[in-house]
């Protein structure tokens, strides 16, 4: 075993070097922030590449992303990051476009009233709207679950018909045993009321601020592909003097005396040892736990054992037609197949697509590495997405010409009834270690935003120098909800700290 340290350059007060444990957006944007700041850090990223689940992939000139990545935020030192890793030309301003696919139809999602009830047709739209108020008399008293709480604001029938399906597609579990954190996290403030408000004349802002977020209608995106911003950001970091190891897959995580002391990674076939003041991570807390040395009590290891994740494979498609159709994803909540959402990276940016006459479809299939699903031969699964394309009558027999499969562990964390008390009691372990912070989603068990990652990122940074900023508290404290429209405490604080910052020399931005 070798020891081995980021390099030895200058810091602040004795500060450094930081150990930052994965190369996803918060880990790159923490060693991005640190290098402006002349701090030293060492990013451990397992993969072959950087960028985790915002990585974008190559597959014969078509490129296709985990899933897909809008730039929009409604903060603004993330925002200034994104324009200061990217120039102006490397964004494209995109129009949204998604739908539900359901019962052979096509609705609009976010939902518009008239248009969704015109759709279902006047029985069915009766039949909701008396769901949508029995459910404002008789709610439910208590909002626990995912179910209770969007029927308490769409009605049990609609619930069933736009949420249930898919919902339950995503998280492999029923919908009476998701928490109800998920749902107030991720389309807070979205009703049947704020729906009818969007379809009568509410738009939404052209970035974001002062809308609802899950009403959204437009947003930036890379051209290539947001891969192309955490590629940009690994080079400008290293440019400053920041490590950024590949391949580096963590291993142990020695700590003593209420701190942590030092990292052991694989790295080239051996194992090296990386010592530093600070540590920054953002891998599962589940792995975290697993690799401290020596091992964290038995009720803190049963507790993370308890925080699950949902996998996630994409089967990328192209297809022989120049347009399928003009969305940018499609919500498949059709029973009848396993596939649960479909992007059309063509129209997030011609640039993904090499040839004007082909599609690149990536299909989204929600599962845990133990399932069948995930055990599948590629070629099975390009034959499986490409069944279920051609019975939901989206594309022809034929015209799919090739595809390819990759495969996600641990892209989402798992809202159960049992995660609040077990992330609780990690945390209350984990605060006795102060120079380890949790950042991203994965990092915090939390299922963030990309740009919710870099804030807590951005904070962490700035509590290595002396600040205390609480990093749980990002999209929680109701002035971060998607409704807001004002800034959180927290990043007024972030601003008016990095006003006080060198900028980048314009070399370097380069």
Not at 248 to 253: D, G, L, M, T
């Amino acid at each position: 075993m070798t020891a081995t340290s980021a390099p030895d350059r200058p810091t602040p007060e004795g500060t450094g070097p930081v150990v930052i444990l994965g190369g996803g957006p918060a880990g790159l944007t923490a060693a991005y922030q640190l290098a402006r700041k002349s701090i030293a850090s060492v990013v451990l990223e397992k993969d072959g590449v950087v960028g985790g689940l915002a990585r974008t992939l190559d597959y014969k000139g078509y490129r296709f992303d985990i899933g897909g990545h809008r730039f929009f935020t409604k903060s603004r030192p993330v925002e200034r990051l994104w324009r200061e890793i990217l120039p102006p030309s490397d964004f494209q301003r995109r129009k949204r476009l998604s739908r539900i696919y359901y019962d052979g139809r096509f609705f609009p999602y976010p939902l518009r009233f008239f248009s969704t009830l015109k759709g279902l047709g006047p029985l069915n739209s009766l039949r909701i709207l008396a769901s949508y108020v029995r459910a404002h008399l008789f709610p439910h008293p208590e909002e626990k679950t995912f179910e209770q709480w969007v029927c308490n604001r769409f009605g049990r029938r609609l619930y069933r018909i736009f949420f249930q399906t898919y919902t339950e597609k995503v998280w492999g579990i029923p919908c009476s045993e998701i928490s109800a954190d998920w749902a107030a996290q991720r389309i807070q403030g979205l009703s049947f009321t704020s729906a009818l408000r969007a379809t009568l004349g509410g738009r939404a802002s052209r970035n974001g601020r002062g809308a609802i977020r899950t009403l959204v209608d437009e947003f930036d995106y890379p051209r290539r592909g947001p891969g192309m911003m955490w590629e940009k950001a690994a080079e400008l970091a290293a440019g400053l003097g920041a490590t950024i190891r590949q391949d580096a897959a963590v291993r142990k995580i020695h700590w003593s005396a209420g701190r942590v002391e030092a990292v052991e990674a694989g790295v080239a076939g051996g194992t090296e040892r990386f010592e530093g003041t600070h540590f920054v991570s953002t891998i599962p807390i589940r792995e975290l736990v697993e690799m401290l040395d020596p091992p964290a009590p038995p009720e803190v290891r049963r507790a993370a054992a308890r925080l699950r994740h949902r996998d996630f494979l994409t089967v990328a498609l192209i297809i022989d037609r120049a347009d399928v159709f003009p969305d940018n994803w499609i919500y498949i909540h059709d029973p009848r197949v396993r596939l649960g959402r479909i992007q059309n990276f063509k129209n997030w940016s011609p640039d993904m697509v090499p040839d004007p006459k082909k599609t690149c479809l990536g299909l989204e299939y929600f599962c845990f590495e133990d399932d069948a699903l995930w055990s599948l031969p590629d070629s099975e699964l390009v034959l499986l997405a490409t069944d279920e394309l051609v019975q939901l009558d989206l594309i022809r027999p034929g015209e799919v010409e090739e595809g390819t499969v990759v495969r996600m562990q641990k892209a989402y964390p798992v809202y159960d009834a049992t995660h609040r008390e077990s992330l609780q009691t990690v945390r209350g372990f984990l605060d006795g270690l102060p120079n380890l912070q949790l950042v991203g989603r994965n990092g915090m068990h939390r299922y963030n935003n990309q740009d919710h990652s870099m804030l807590t990122a951005m904070l962490a940074v700035e509590n290595i120098l002396g600040a205390q900023h609480d990093l749980w508290q990002v999209n929680v404290d109701n002035e971060y909800h998607e409704e807001a429209t004002e800034r959180s405490d927290l990043e007024g604080e972030l601003e008016r700290l990095e006003q006080t910052q060198p900028r980048v020399p314009r070399r370097v931005r380069a």
